[in-house]
């Protein structure tokens, strides 16, 4: 088998010296075990939840994961006409393990797989490795990024295992409405295709005037639906290493057991109390709220933002999610800006990091994504509003100018 290639949006991140604003990524601010306590509506219980002193560290958390945790998982798909029982719930090794455990257990070489594009990277790399072969479902940018059914439908072949999305979307922070979802699993229904949800944003929704959409789980039409997430994103517990694969479908739950008893065995023990403890009634919502109000402060502004700079940048703003995918340009002539260069030298003049588009979410053309930057925008807003301002200013510095008109010589748009 040949060695994976590196995961470029890590390398990225990790590869850059004195960063002092963080907007490459899309973690939004860790908790603390006396930030949770604080958060809880009963801190009396938390404290109690979360004191491991007598654990019995021999303990393991049973085949598909502890009871208690899995019934808390479940609640977060309650709400519509299909019912998700905690029997339907598996955990896993964060989102990263139950996007591995999905793909390991339903793909096999010559498999066909299609994956939305531009896209978190293992999502099409993974079946990659395992012998899929890959076809992306490009997202239209001059659609907001919408995803088109009709592309789709062009696209199924009759090797079609898979097919795979990203709802809250990363990069772009756009969503799958409901009407589309129907859709999407009507077509999988026809062609008997299995559909990976990786849903790590949910329930990251941020329009106050329509309501938010269901979980691709939540359909009553269709059930070859394998829906993975984690406390990483929207839960802001990222080293907290516990995600989920949940599915209706018998066949594709027995298949997801059966290789994560040879794969993972039993998740840690502390982790998953620490988890049931953070999507319990007392302290979910108040998790969700915490982060929320970041989110919501900080995109009236990244209105703001691009407003002010119409001719250098541009971007739908999400409604979803914790990242945006934002264009950089040339104002004079409105072409795209070459964005590694961008990322780079905006780094280096402000010490604001994004993470450049064609290093870590262009796979066909290296000019796929052109000008495109990610922007983390979950973070503190004292944080966020600084990096904009830092960012704002050297739109309007010589050094913007200057990369601008080599911008146009070196390379495609
Ligand atoms: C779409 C998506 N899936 C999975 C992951 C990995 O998440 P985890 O930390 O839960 O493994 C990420 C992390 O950024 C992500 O953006």
Redesign the pocket.
Known sequence: MPRFQDFA?PHWIESQKGIEIPLG???GPGLSFKELINLSTDPESTTKALNFYDTDLTVRVGTQGSLELRKQVAKLYAGSDVTVTPDDVIIA???????LLSFQSQLSPGDHVICMYP??E??FQIPKQLGASITYWRLDPSNNWEASLADLKALIRPTTKMLVV?NP??PTGTLLSASAQQAILHLAARHDITVHS?E??RPLFHATDTPAPPSLLQHASYDKVIV??????AFCL?AV?I?WCVTRNPELKASLLSLRQWTLESTSLIDERIAAEALSDRCRDPILARLHAFAHRNLAELHAFLAKNPHAVAATVPTGGATAFVKFMDPASGRPVDDLQFCQTLMEHTGVLLSPASLCFSQLQPGDFKGYTRLHFTCRTEIFKQGLDRIGEFLSSPSYTALCAGSQTNGTH
């Open positions: 949006l990524g899309s973690v090794n964060a989102t990263t393990g139950a996007n896209c978190y293992p999502l990203n979307h990363n990786d790590i944003f993975t997430g984690s406390l990483s994103k990222s290493r995600g």
